[in-house]
C-alpha cells in the first residue's frame, strides 16, 4: 500500500460530460503529480502541485484542470470528454518538490462512451 | 518525440535465470533514472533508482547499469522469480527536478 488513494476506481461517462478525480496523497507529502496511461502509452505527465501551488505542467489539456487544497489533496477535473480521454489517470505523491521517488495511488480508470 | 524509450515491450525468462529489460534516452539533460514494477489493477511502486554520478547501483536483486555516453540504461533481475512478473517502467528526470518522464514499459513473465 503506497499511502496515495485514487477516487473512484472506476468511472463511466458519456462524450461531454465533466468528471473529478480525487487523490488523497500519503500523510506528510507536500507535492502531487497527475499522470495519464492511454492504451498502449507510457504515462504521460499532466501537472505538479506543491504545497497547494502548481509547478510544472505537462501536456494536459485545456479541457483539463486540477487544484490542490489546503489539506493537500488534489483534484483533476476533465470536461466535454472525448472518447480519446479514456485511460487510467495515476496521482503520485513525493514528500519534497522533486521527484524522488514518486509514490503511486492505483489509478482511477475513466471510460468515455 | 519520446525522450524515454523501451524498445522491447515484452520479455519472456525461465525462473532462476537472468531477466534483462532495456532503456534508451534521448535527452542529454537526464541525469536521475528510475525504474518501477506495475502490477495488473496497481499503481506503479518504485524499485531502484540511479544517479549519473555513479554506473552500477544494487539492491537485493536487482541492478540498475548505467551508460551515459551511449544514453542506455538497463535493469538486470538475478535469479528472476515468477513474482517478478510484471510491467516495468522506466523513468527519467533532470536532477530529480523536472517531473518524470516515463518509457512505455516491458511486460516482463517469468515463467516456471
Known amino acids: 500500500d503506497s499511502g496515495v488513494t485514487q477516487t473512484p476506481k472506476h468511472l463511466i461517462t458519456a462524450t461531454g460530460q465533466r468528471v473529478t478525480l480525487r487523490c488523497s496523497p500519503r500523510?506528510?507529502?507536500?507535492?502531487v503529480y497527475w499522470y495519464q496511461q492511454s492504451l498502449d502509452q507510457g504515462l504521460q505527465f499532466l501537472i505538479q502541485?506543491?504545497?497547494?501551488?502548481?509547478?510544472a505542467k505537462g501536456n494536459i489539456l485545456e479541457r483539463f484542470s486540477a487544484q490542490q487544497f489546503p489539506d493537500l489533496h488534489s483534484e483533476l477535473n476533465l470536461s466535454s470528454l472525448e472518447l480519446g480521454d479514456s485511460a487510467l489517470y495515476f496521482c503520485?505523491?513525493?514528500?519534497?518538490?522533486?521527484?524522488?521517488?514518486?509514490?503511486f495511488g492505483n489509478g482511477t480508470r475513466l471510460t468515455v462512451t | 518525440d519520446q525522450q524515454v524509450k523501451q524498445n522491447s515491450p515484452s520479455l519472456s525468462v525461465q525462473e532462476g535465470r537472468i531477466s534483462i529489460l532495456n532503456c534508451d534516452y534521448t535527452?542529454?539533460?537526464?541525469?536521475?533514472f528510475l525504474w518501477y514494477k506495475k502490477y495488473p489493477a496497481e499503481g506503479p511502486t518504485f524499485l531502484i533508482s540511479?544517479?549519473?554520478?555513479?554506473d552500477k547501483n544494487e539492491d537485493g536483486r536487482f541492478t540498475v547499469f548505467l551508460n551515459k555516453s551511449a544514453k542506455h540504461l538497463s535493469l538486470h533481475i538475478v535469479p528472476s522469480q515468477p513474482g517478478d512478473s510484471a510491467v516495468y517502467f522506466c523513468?527519467?528526470?533532470?536532477?530529480?527536478?523536472?517531473?518524470?518522464?516515463f518509457g512505455k514499459g516491458t511486460r516482463l513473465s517469468v515463467i516456471a
Open positions: 540511479i544517479s549519473s554520478i555513479k
Open positions: 523513468a527519467a528526470s533532470n536532477s530529480g527536478n523536472t517531473p518524470l518522464v
Open positions: 500523510s506528510g507529502d507536500l507535492s
Open positions: 503520485a505523491s513525493s514528500v519534497k518538490l522533486n521527484n524522488s521517488p514518486l509514490h
Open positions: 535527452n542529454s539533460m537526464f541525469d536521475y
Open positions: 502541485y506543491y504545497n497547494g501551488e502548481e509547478r
